[in-house]
Structures are given as C-alpha cells and as structure tokens.
C-alpha cells in the first residue's frame, strides 16, 4: 500500500508545491526534501539556526508519519556553501541524529527551491 501522509504546520507545503512531503511505501517512507524554510516561508539568516530549522521541519514531518529521527536508515543533504557551512551542519545534525547513524551522502549545490536556504535534506526511514 502507498499513500501520501499530511499533517503539521507545514502542511500547505504540500499544495503550494504539489508533492507528498512523505509517501508511505509500506515497510518504507520516502520523505521529500526539508529545507530550513519556516511554515510563514521565512528563513533564518544564520546558519545554525537554520540547520536546527531543518532538522526541527524534519522531525514534525517524521512525528505526522509516526515515526522518529531514530527511524531513518539514509540521509541525502544537499548544501549551499557546502565546504563553508559544513562544519556547523555537522554540529547541528548531532544535535539531532544519533547514533547507530544512518547512511548519509552530502552533495554541494549551487541554489535550492527558497531563496536563502542553505541546505535541504531528504531521508528515508523503514517501519519498524
């Protein structure tokens, strides 16, 4: 069975850009990625609050899917400034996942979806 999960205060992410922010697949759920971008579409001007952002939009759209950050068997972050800033997204992602951690690509860009937002990151979790 598939099936797109809504919920959050980011819910009208899905109409305003037409995708499933998380697509249940069964024993796996594919999320879309997850910017740093508030509900109101505003973004913090500093990168490690914007990092934590991030991972607080990724966590609220794990809890609507009923799953958690501990569920997450592969991470893809996509970065801004990769080199520059990614010091202070690692920090920051520490503060959220732990361990045993998952798989985890981190790939440089030159530009994401919200103007300003410094990366966007896309997960895969399994149900347990």
């Given at each position: 069975?598939?099936k797109p999960v809504?919920?959050?205060?980011?819910?009208?992410?899905?109409?305003?850009?037409?995708?499933?922010?998380?697509?249940?697949?069964?024993?796996?759920?594919?999320l879309s990625g997850?910017?740093?971008?508030?509900?109101?579409?505003?973004?913090?001007?500093?990168?490690?609050?914007?990092?934590?952002?991030?991972?607080?939009?990724?966590?609220a759209t794990l809890?609507?899917?009923?799953?958690?950050?501990?569920?997450?068997?592969?991470?893809?972050?996509?970065?801004?400034?990769?080199?520059?800033?990614?010091?202070?997204?690692?920090?920051?992602?520490?503060?959220?996942?732990?361990?045993?951690?998952?798989?985890?690509?981190?790939?440089?860009?030159?530009?994401?979806?919200?103007?300003?937002?410094?990366?966007?990151?896309?997960?895969?979790?399994?149900?347990?």
């Open positions: 069975m598939t809504a919920g959050s205060d980011f819910a009208h992410f899905d109409e305003d850009w037409h995708f499933a922010r998380t697509f249940d697949a069964g024993g796996f759920v594919f997850v910017t740093g971008c508030r509900p109101d579409y505003s973004v913090a001007a500093d990168p490690e609050t914007q990092f934590r952002d991030a991972f607080r939009f990724l966590a809890r609507d899917a009923d799953l958690a950050l501990t569920d997450i068997v592969e991470m893809t972050s996509y970065h801004v400034d990769l080199r520059k800033n990614l010091g202070a997204f690692i920090k920051v992602k520490d503060e959220f996942i732990k361990p045993p951690y998952p798989a985890w690509s981190c790939i440089g860009t030159t530009e994401l979806i919200t103007e300003g937002t410094l990366v966007e990151v896309r997960v895969i979790c399994r149900r347990a």
